[in-house]
């Protein structure tokens, strides 16, 4: 049988892996010429119904700028989504996310020798990721991007005048308007959400209680985590507007939090796509050439917990 590698300029090689219960999750493996050390990789996921690739292959772009740094990284597809079957082991969507993220950190251990990853979630994946750290403790850091946001009333104020102002001009208003019309007054356009992954059932009160106290657990097991959020769906920012009453509690002190107000939510345009990469990429490459050390060594005066139970039903396996 050949050899399905391929190797790319600068001397990247890629190579497809199936892995999962009975080989059912598909993935796309991006191995460095010369492996930094520091036993820990990259994993990437689809951006809510989004290929492997992600938005405008952004997944691609980023797993390429990692290898040229010495990071390995594995990008691949929830179990349902792309090229993954969907797993046999429960109907609830986070269940199945994180059963699918546990699977890529055992066949990235296997085949790329590390025993510790770094997660890039975008969108819906955010909680994913989250579900994932919680759940399992190889994960030592989190980038997220347009994930969870509680602006507080000052910033909902100032997004929503915002908005008003520019909507009329923008070549888009009157699509939306449209649809928004269709949607609010027309039976034939339902508001219920479809089943499967993306059907939301979380009030946001539900919501906010469960990433407060996903971050409180997170950060007392010193995980990385990076908090990236978009111009085109937040607008402005004044200091972790979107935070909310979070980004004043002590367990949010030691995340970094960027507003990329030149970058839009699915990375659009050449600057975007400049801009977020350079934003994860340098931060995901310094956690991974880090290896965990100053992890290890902040978390050595206590003994091993023990592993961690499930919060809630949303991050339970």
Not at 193 to 205: K, N, Q, S, T
Not at 276 to 295: K, Y
Request: hydrophobic share 45%; net charge positive; charged share 20%.
């Amino acid at each position: 049988m050949n050899d399905p590698t391929t190797t790319l300029p600068g001397a990247i090689a890629q190579a497809p892996l199936q892995f999962g219960p009975g080989d059912a999750l598909m993935g796309m493996l991006t191995l460095p010429a010369r492996p930094a050390r520091g036993g820990t990789a990259c994993l990437m996921f689809n951006m809510g119904a989004n290929h492997r690739v992600g938005p405008r292959r952004i997944n691609v772009k980023l797993a390429h700028l990692l290898a040229a740094r010495g990071v390995g990284s594995l990008r691949f597809d929830l179990g349902g989504i792309g090229d993954s079957d969907a797993l046999a082991t429960s109907p609830d969507l986070h269940v199945r996310a994180v059963h699918s993220l546990k699977a890529a950190m055992d066949a990235a251990q296997r085949t790329l020798g590390v025993n510790q990853f770094v997660i890039v979630g975008m969108c819906s994946g955010v909680e994913h990721a989250m579900s994932a750290a919680l759940a399992d403790r190889r994960v030592v850091g989190l980038s997220l991007f347009d994930g969870f946001a509680f602006p507080e009333l000052r910033a909902r104020l100032e997004r929503n005048l915002r908005r008003a102002l520019a909507a009329p001009a923008h070549p888009s208003f009157p699509g939306k308007a449209r649809r928004w019309l269709q949607r609010h007054f027309l039976r034939s356009h339902s508001t219920t959400p479809l089943p499967g992954f993306f059907a939301e059932r979380r009030a946001p009160e539900a919501n906010a209680i469960w990433f407060g106290a996903a971050l409180q657990r997170l950060a007392e097991r010193n995980v990385a985590m990076q908090l990236l959020y978009s111009g085109s769906l937040h607008v402005c920012d004044r200091g972790r507007d979107q935070l909310g009453a979070f980004a004043r509690k002590p367990f949010a002190q030691g995340l970094q939090y960027e507003f990329l107000g030149e970058v839009d939510h699915t990375v659009c345009t050449a600057r975007g796509q400049q801009l977020f990469l350079r934003s994860v990429g340098d931060w995901v490459a310094e956690r991974c050439l880090a290896g965990g050390t100053e992890r290890r060594s902040q978390g050595s005066s206590r003994a091993p917990a023990s592993p961690e139970p499930a919060m809630t039903t949303w991050a339970a396996l």
